[in-house]
């Protein structure tokens, strides 16, 4: 794609004037307002979040993961022994991002994740749909395999030998809840004037400052 094309795709932010004095004191209280109405407009997607780690090696990775619950941090499910399980178990920071195309949105937090309990875990997997239970029991997440074929081979086999009963949570399924310590909110604003709000923990409060676009 040339320069011109993608000159012609420059997009037009707009939106509600978004600052300190009319947001929430509290981020959590503020990302449930967002939240909600990007949930209530219809998008099915709107728990769809990046997810950025660092290795090791400190080499960043990012992915798309779906948010389950908001707590005292954010909620999502994934092998342990998938990368960004292998990630985060060598260093716990994480950043978390959303963005709402439709509203002009996006929200950015930064933090530390913690394993779940294995209760909270196997709750979480009991709800599932069946199929996806199969294919988190035999999917080696983030190894190489040979085919998608003999991934659909191996949920197969599975589901002929337990039948109708059920199946068990693997031991290496699991989750992580993002504890955050930061959050920047973005508005998007006519002639790139956009709005930017940051929260920051200090010991047990949280304060707020306005962020240059």
Known sequence: MGSKSLARMRVQYHGKEFSKSNSAD?????????FAEVESSGDKLANAMTLSTVSAEKRPSSRIVLLKKIDRGFVFYTHLTSQKGRELAANSSACLSFFWPAFHR??????????????????????????????????????????????????????????????????????????????????????????????????SFWTKERLAP
């Open 106 to 203: 996006q929200v950015k937090i930064s933090g530390d994740g913690e394993v779940l309990s294995r209760a909270e875990v196997e709750a979480y997997f009991a709800s599932r749909p069946r199929g996806s239970q199969l294919s988190a029991a035999i999917s080696p997440q983030s190894e190489i395999v040979e085919s998608r074929q003999k991934l659909i081979e191996a949920r197969s086999k599975l589901a002929n030998e337990l039948g109708g009963d059920e199946v068990a949570c693997p031991d290496n399924w699991g989750g992580y809840r993002v504890i955050p310590h930061a959050f920047e909110f973005w508005q998007g604003q006519d002639d790139r004037l956009h709005d930017r709000v940051y929260y920051r923990k200090a010991d």
């Open 26 to 34: 509290d981020p959590f209280e503020q990302f449930k307002l967002w």
